[in-house]
């Protein structure tokens, strides 16, 4: 196999929003950048596609909420609009095979486990304000926080079972694994980046208040048509060689239509020979690539300690929203589903009815060895329960299990297993020599979302511009 | 439309509920804030205060610097102090709106809808 060789000042491995947003810094500030990512498509974790029936599908990260302030700006500056999750009406509850009605943030069919679930996302987003979102291993109490689970607390502060099952499907939908494998302190911080888990949980006011009109990857398409000829796509990446003033990242290249996945669908080898080098890629992922010499211990070990979370998301369409004739805002609650979280995904003007819903953690892995159809099967069963009948003959499903995605391996976020913060956080964005890290596991606001990941870019491409003028890296 | 005198009424029912219960006292441990209800259809204002773990009375007109601003219908904070009104439903829908720093809103959000749900 032939091997090219291109120069630059940057290079940048990952074209999702973070690597975009950095290498867009980088070229409106006049640096000579080269964005590589191993797919054919740019959006990292946002993936937009017209199915097979013709629905428009995000099939990743999809929605904006308030104080995503870059978030909406990228957006107003490239002119997508953004339109209202659809909230009106009641949700569903599904639960101990019974069906309940609700309004609101949470179910209230058990009215003292909703004020005992209500009361603890009190407690719990007031002890996240205290945890400072850039350093959360400085924290009071951060060692002890960090040496127990999510689970521990939520299992110490609620005395409610039907608050408890409710808290974990939001936490299930939210981090894409269950509270059990979450480190306290870590679950904490993101709670604080985000604004809150009444914030994170919330569509009106929250997180999941409005979706972009025609899909979120849209804004990364944006990012990268102002990058041009500077994007290289189908380049997987697999070694890193750096020094103190250079780096060299060693790549295959894949012509369009052969899967990037396969070792032999490669043309032609690719060294990149640069200055400085960001990779926009979750800790994981970082860990997958070949550095010579290999990355500091802690670093490393960084990588291992934070795996992606797990979860499907699929999309149910149908010829109208017909749950909306009931009055129900295609909300789903329903612990112990295999669906366990749901919204309705209608376009705005309700041209067709689609609902999206998330299966996550545990329930992910299990129903990977089922298959599709097993997993479509039993979506479809939990969406007759939730809205009759008429929800098992969908027009078309569509499903994202993002554990197989080659080049992201999970989602929606890498999270931290108890311990990993405390001892080996101050390393996720120290620069290591010439290599520094973006990616939305690296910002202090809103990590885990893309507008954390735009901000994750833009501070790493900071960090890059005063290195390349010669001036220390503040960091920690 | 409802009356001053009603509106003072059922906010009293609601204070002697609040106080006396301990899920709603522990959430507003630590947490003395000066809080203005004005009606948007009587144009009147409102003004309770939270201070040592207990509401005080509501008294007529707007008092001392607010750290939360809580807008609606005089109705509606009737239905919200009888525990008729999910207040949840009234913010999603943007009849009653919360002005305020992001934690002393998220804790008059989660205070009132546990109210509700504990009356």
Redesign the interface.
Known sequence: MSEHVRECEVVVVGAGYSGLAAARHLVRAGVDTLVLDARHRVGGRSFTEVSEAGYTVDRGGQWIGPTQDHLAALAAELGVATFPTFTEGQGVELRDGNRHLYVGLIPTSDPEGAADGIACMLHLDLAAFDVPVDAPWDAADAAARDAQTLATYLDSHLTSASARAILEVAVKAIFGTGSGELSLLFSLFYLHAGGGLTNLARTTGGAQERRFAGGSQQLAEGMAAELAERVLLGAPVESVTYDADHVTVGARVVPPGADPADPAAAHHGLRVRARRAILAMAPALCGRLDFSPPLPGNRDQLGQRMPMGAVTKIHAFYDEPFWRADGLNGQIVAPGSILESAFDNSPDDASHGAIVGFIAGDDCRRMEAAGPAARQAAVLDDLARAFGPRARTPVEVVEQHWPAEPFTRGGPVAISSPGALTALGPALRRPVGPLHWAGTETATQWCGYLDGALSAGLRAADEVLHALQGEPVGLD | MASTEELLEAYAEWRGRSNGNP?LT??VRGWDRVIHFTTVDTEQGFTMRVAGQQLSELTVGHEGQPDVVVSGSSEDFCDMFWGDL?P??K??SGEITLLGS??DV??I??IS??AF??S
Request: aromatic fraction near 6%; hydrophobic fraction near 40%.
């Open positions: 899920r522990s959430m999910n949840s439903e913010y999603m992001q934690q998220m804790r959000d989660a809808m546990v749900l504990d």
